[in-house]
C-alpha cells in the first residue's frame, strides 16, 4: 500500500512527470489531511485549483480515502518533532500508522525517514 502526500497527489492527477511512475499502480491511498492541505493552499494562494479540483480528487478511481481515527492519527504524530509542518507530520504520522509506503518529493521527509518506508518522487 502507498499513501500519497499531497505533492504526490496533485503530480499524479495532473499527469506531472514526478508522479508518473505511480500513476498505473494499484493500492494508493490519500489522507484527509492531504485535502485539507490543499485548501489551506488554495487560501494562502499557494496554489490555484480549477473549480470543483478537490472534490474530484476526492472521487477520483485511482486512489482511495483512508480515514483513520483522529485519536491514533494524532497520538502517532506525537513523536515526529524533526517537522513543525502538521500537514507534513500527520502525513507522515499516516503512513506509519498504516505500515504503509509513503509516495514523496519531500527532501526533508525523505531524509528522515528509512528507505524502505519511502517512494522518492
Known amino acids: 500500500m502507498i499513501l500519497l502526500d499531497t505533492n504526490a497527489l496533485i503530480w499524479v492527477y495532473t499527469g506531472h512527470a514526478r508522479g508518473r511512475t505511480l500513476a498505473r499502480a494499484s493500492g494508493l491511498y ?8 490543499l ?3 488554495e487560501e494562502a494562494k499557494r496554489i490555484r485549483l480549477a473549480p470543483g479540483a478537490r472534490d ?5 478511481s ?5 480515514n483513520p481515527m483522529s485519536v ?3 497520538d502517532a504524530a506525537v513523536d515526529l518533532s524533526w517537522t513543525r509542518d502538521p500537514f507534513d ?3 507522515v504520522a499516516h503512513a506509519r500508522l498504516r505500515g504503509w509506503r509513503l509516495a514523496t518529493g519531500d527532501r ?11 517512494i522518492g518522487l
Open 72 to 74: 491514533d492519527l494524532f
Open 30 to 37: 490519500i489522507s484527509p489531511v492531504s485535502l485539507l492541505e
Open 108 to 118: 526533508v521527509i525523505l531524509a528522515k525517514l528509512p528507505e524502505r518506508s519511502v
Open 56 to 60: 474530484a480528487l476526492s472521487q477520483d
Open 62 to 66: 485511482r486512489w482511495t480515502i483512508d
Open 39 to 41: 485548501a489551506f493552499l
Open 89 to 91: 507530520r500527520l502525513i
